[in-house]
Nanobody
Framework: QVQLVESGGGLVQTGGSLRLSCAAS????????MGWFRQAPGKEREFVAH????????YYADSVKCRFTVSRDNAKNTVYLQMNSLKSEDPAIYYC????????????????WGQGTQVTVSS
């Protein structure tokens, strides 16, 4: 079992930055690929980023490529999402999730989910 807790969300101006953290409990964290998803009001949950258990494979949604950076520190059982140049289309609840295998951009491939952290962008 893996429990996930996100933090770092908040209010930021357009063009600003935020760093989300996802703290995991459970001894198997270092062997689990992790992903970030987001869900805006009235929209479906969408893939944001994915990082393999060792950090060697990383994928991003086209909408965040070159602006967001996913990383992990297995010694600290933590995954990060550095978000730069935030835009008006980025506000959402951001979730980290643990992948159990399958397509990295498909939410059904993730078994473990955090409670989410709210990101708000003001113009």
């Amino acid at each position: 079992q893996v429990q996930l807790v996100e933090s770092g969300g908040g209010l930021v101006q357009t063009g600003g930055s935020l760093r989300l953290s996802c703290a995991a409990s459970g001894r198997t964290f270092s062997r689990i690929a992790m992903g970030w998803f987001r869900q805006a009001p009235g929209k479906e949950r969408e893939f944001v980023a994915h990082i393999s258990w060792g950090g060697g494979s990383i994928y991003y949604a086209d909408s965040v490529k070159c602006r967001f950076t996913v990383s992990r520190d297995n010694a600290k059982n933590t995954v990060y999402l550095q978000m730069n140049s935030l835009k008006s289309e980025d506000p959402a609840i951001y979730y980290c999730a643990g992948n159990i295998g399958g397509t990295y951009y498909y939410s059904g491939s993730y078994l473990y989910w955090g409670q989410g952290t709210q990101v708000t962008v003001s113009s």
